[in-house]
């Protein structure tokens, strides 16, 4: 029984990135040998073992093989005559199908080193168009590190594009991997990715992407929920809204793109906005239950349209919630009037922080 460092941790240590944690596979094991070693079994659909001291994840050498479209289709058999090599073979990138032994040394078939040292997202064989997923893992690892795709490799997606693959991804699968690579270093580079290999308009036909505005997003080092915001300043409600539904997308950037599409002409028309209208706007976004979404949504609004000042926004939002909204309704004439009331009192300190 043999245990190697295998995947990110050794790409990672070769790239000098901290290493986290680290994945181990293990060769000539049966399950039982695992368990007998002291090893706690984790894993549902193939063997995977947690450390008995470092907790971390050892799985048994594996080959998989496709039985069906989709991601899930695939027969997977462990057993201890599966090689390190014909593991690491079934692996979608050769960046990710290196190894370490326990003694340090570099096991690399595939030339992923290479690959790391020439900036290149190579595939390891044909068994990638297995997989659709790996299309926008692809597409996501070139956010990352700004690699080019291999020309093969290129060519290789196109034609899975072609063939329908990626009809057969499910929602939660993308959001995923669409969410992972908006969220690094040069998110743009996803998306010039999927344009580039045709994969873009059948994964997301909705959207317009500025990759500008995205590079300043990333560069100040904005959150997931502003960037995805980003993606809806282009479109109407009603098609993010769809967007957001097809995608199963979480709550929070979801309500962040949502109100970036309902308020964004409000807020390009607040500089000249009387105190009601920008109450109004300030209503329609939620601004004063949920102050931190909104400062998302004009940080948004900054990074989608570059010399814009929401300051006098801003100053509303401030001045609104000072109001002493209990206080205004205890003085309120009777039960129906406290919402007026209290407007009529958020307008009047809009109007003087403003002068106007």
Do not use: Y
């Given at each position: 029984m043999k245990a190697y460092v295998v995947g990110g941790a050794v790409r990672d240590e070769l790239l000098g990135v901290p290493v986290t944690d680290r994945d181990w596979v293990v060769v000539g094991a049966t399950p039982e040998e695992m368990v007998a070693a002291g090893y706690r079994p984790v894993g549902a659909d193939f063997p995977v073992f947690?450390?008995?001291?470092?907790?971390?994840?050892?799985a048994l050498a594996r080959t998989e093989r496709k039985q069906g479209r989709g991601y899930k289709g695939f027969t997977v058999h462990a057993a201890p005559d599966v090689t390190l090599e014909q593991d690491l073979?079934?692996?979608?990138?050769?960046?990710?199908?290196?190894?370490?032994?326990?003694?340090?040394?570099?096991?690399?078939?595939?030339?992923?080193?290479?690959?790391?040292?020439?900036?290149?997202?190579?595939?390891?064989?044909?068994?990638f168009v297995e997989d659709p997923v790996r299309v926008l893992r692809l597409a996501r690892f070139a956010a990352r590190y700004g690699f080019r795709v291999a020309?093969?490799?290129?060519?290789?997606?196109?034609?899975?594009?072609?063939?329908?693959?990626?009809?057969?991804?499910?929602?939660?699968?993308?959001?995923?991997?669409?969410?992972?690579?908006?969220?690094?270093?040069?998110?743009?580079?996803?998306?010039?990715?999927?344009?580039?290999?045709?994969?873009?308009?059948?994964?997301?036909?909705?959207?317009?992407?500025?990759?500008?505005?995205?590079?300043r997003a990333a560069s100040e080092g904005a959150p997931l929920d502003v960037r995805f915001a980003l993606l809806a300043w282009p479109l109407h409600e009603d098609v993010m809204r769809a967007?957001?539904?097809?995608?199963?997308?979480?709550?929070?950037?979801?309500?962040?793109?949502?109100?970036?599409?309902?308020?964004?002409?409000?807020?390009?028309?607040?500089?000249?906005?009387?105190?009601?209208?920008?109450?109004?706007?300030?209503?329609?976004?939620?601004?004063?239950?949920r102050p931190e979404r909104f400062s998302a949504l004009l940080r948004t609004a900054r990074l989608a349209q570059p010399g814009l000042s929401t300051t006098r926004v801003a100053a509303a939002g401030a001045a609104a919630s000072?109001?002493?909204?209990?206080?205004?309704?205890?003085?309120?004439?009777?039960a129906a009037r406290i919402a007026e009331s209290v407007d009529a009192a958020r307008e009047q300190a809009i109007a003087a922080t403003l002068g106007s």
């Open positions: 947690l450390h008995p001291k470092t907790h971390e994840e050892h073979a079934r692996r979608d990138l050769t960046i990710n199908a290196m190894a370490r032994d326990e003694a340090g040394r570099l096991i690399d078939p595939f030339g992923g080193a290479r690959d790391l040292e020439q900036g290149v997202l190579r595939h390891v064989s044909d068994a020309d093969e490799t290129m060519a290789l997606v196109r034609r899975m594009v072609a063939a329908g693959e990626l009809d057969h991804l499910v929602a939660e699968r993308v959001w995923q991997e669409f969410a992972t690579g908006l969220a690094e270093p040069r998110p743009e580079r996803m998306f010039e990715t999927l344009e580039a290999c045709g994969a873009l308009a059948p994964l997301f036909p909705e959207l317009r992407v500025d990759h500008a505005a995205l590079q967007f957001c539904d097809r995608l199963r997308v979480p709550g929070d950037p979801r309500d962040l793109a949502l109100a970036v599409c309902r308020c964004k002409g409000r807020i390009l028309a607040a500089r000249s906005a009387s105190a009601r209208e920008l109450l109004d706007l300030l209503k329609s976004a939620d601004a004063l239950r000072a109001v002493d909204a209990g206080a205004v309704a205890r003085r309120a004439p009777d």
